[in-house]
């Protein structure tokens, strides 16, 4: 029997977990009760066929998670630190303004801010590796330049994220995630004592598909014109969308192979970022992740 695939991401003190259909969180409040959030998952004829495509469909994935998973994010956030005393008013308050206006407001934001950061990440390390352009010669040494900075700016800034107790937090809950998913394909019970067990990596990991897109923009800068200047600056940004795309199959494809010996460790550069994008769990960590998890399986029935 073929089981669902099933993904999540990390909120504020707890877990999202999402399928084909239905999207479920659950986070742990301060008064220490579980409190769910739930919602299908939209359905677009449109976007259906394009996720048929390949290349077109990993862009597609992509905005589809960035702009999902901002409900869902809004909701731990809200809940988390509000007294539960004052959850009436405030939703009393919220029924007075346009909901779907809110929702287009943050889908716009949650994309822009996407783009910001893939813009900043692909342009900055051009102009570095400019400056040394006359030391490092040679369109292989300017490009392995600029990944070695890219990979030095992806990796320096989520390893000073990490050191924020806040994020610390947050990656506890993306391990704890990982766990379950990994508790659950490998047709084990969900107890707190069985996914403790797993493993906090997982092949599917969106942390993999950032860095595949460094790995796979190495490799397609190599085909491209870089001389002059301007004319690299333009192909970076014209090739951000086959980047992504391509990238989105490399991941499709390592996940397929991660039985597979030898072939298996493709997919081992990403696993190697998730020890900096994961942190294990705690065991209430773990038992928030559980009850989303479940949650999620019952909105499915």
Wanted: include cysteine; charge should be positive.
């Amino acid at each position: 029997m073929t089981k669902n695939i099933y993904g999540g991401q990390a909120v504020p003190e707890g877990v999202m977990f999402q399928s084909t259909d239905h999207i479920a969180t659950a986070i742990r409040r301060t008064t220490g009760e579980i409190e769910y959030f739930d919602m299908p998952r939209p359905k677009n004829k449109n976007l259906i066929k394009l996720k048929k495509i390949p290349f077109i469909r990993g862009i597609v994935a992509i905005f589809e998670a960035v702009v999902y998973g901002m409900k869902p994010m809004d909701f731990a956030t809200d809940r988390y630190e509000r007294d539960p005393k004052d959850d009436y008013k405030i939703e009393s308050e919220k029924n007075n303004t346009s909901t779907a206006k809110v929702a287009i407001t943050t889908a716009i934001i949650a994309i822009l801010t996407f783009l910001f950061a893939k813009f900043v990440l692909t342009l900055v390390p051009v102009f570095i590796a400019e400056v040394f352009s006359g030391v490092i010669t040679g369109k292989f040494g300017q490009v392995f330049l600029e990944t070695l900075i890219k990979l030095i700016i992806l990796l320096g800034y989520i390893y000073l994220l990490s050191l924020t107790p806040m994020v610390k937090r947050l990656f506890q809950y993306h391990g704890a995630e990982h766990k379950v998913i990994n508790c659950y394909e490998n047709d084990l019970e969900l107890t707190v004592e069985n996914v403790q067990k797993q493993s906090r990596l997982h092949y599917r990991c969106g942390s993999s598909f950032i860095l595949f897109t460094v790995l796979v923009g190495f490799v397609i800068y190599m085909f491209v014109p870089m001389e002059p200047f301007h004319v690299r600056i333009i192909n970076r940004i014209l090739l951000i969308p086959v980047v992504l795309g391509l990238s989105f199959e490399v991941l499709q494809i390592t996940n397929k192979l991660r039985s597979v010996p030898v072939l298996k460790y493709l997919g081992q550069p990403g696993l190697w970022l998730q020890y900096l994008t994961t942190k294990n769990p705690k065991d209430d960590q773990v038992d928030v992740a559980i009850h989303s998890f479940n949650h999620l399986l019952r909105s499915e029935k």
